[in-house]
């Protein structure tokens, strides 16, 4: 079975850092992109950031550059987000996602809240 599991998301201030995880299981990890997606209230789905599976450099939306860094470890089956300098338009809901050729899988998502 294929899960996707999302933990770290929280309420944090503006300007602080949270650090978002997402546990993958029952695929090749390592063939795959990986990336993190958002939604805000009253909004569409967002890409924030993707790391594919071979070389390749990082993608970011251009409103989290140079403050979220997208990882991945293919020993442990995970992706991370760094979330730094968060501001209140980061809140959302954010989201794993695994993706190769036909096969598209998504995790359930960590509710992120940045207010002070």
């Known amino acids: 079975e294929v899960q996707l599991v999302e933990s770290g998301g929280g309420l944090v201030q503006p300007g602080g850092s949270l650090k978002l995880s997402c546990a993958a299981s029952?695929?090749?990890?390592?063939?795959?992109?990986m990336s993190w997606y958002r939604q805000a209230p009253g909004k569409e789905r967002e890409l924030v950031a993707r790391?594919?599976?071979?070389?390749?450099?990082?993608y970011y939306v251009d409103s989290v550059k140079g403050r979220f860094t997208i990882s991945r470890d293919n020993l442990k089956n995970t992706v991370n987000l760094q979330m730094n300098s968060l501001k209140p338009e980061d809140t959302a809901v954010y989201s794993c996602?695994?993706?190769?050729?036909?096969?598209?899988?998504w995790g359930q998502g960590t509710q992120v809240t940045v207010s002070s």
């Open positions: 790391i594919v599976s071979v070389g390749g450099s990082p």
């Open positions: 029952g695929f090749a990890f390592s063939l795959y992109d």
């Open positions: 996602n695994a993706r190769r050729k036909g096969d598209d899988y």
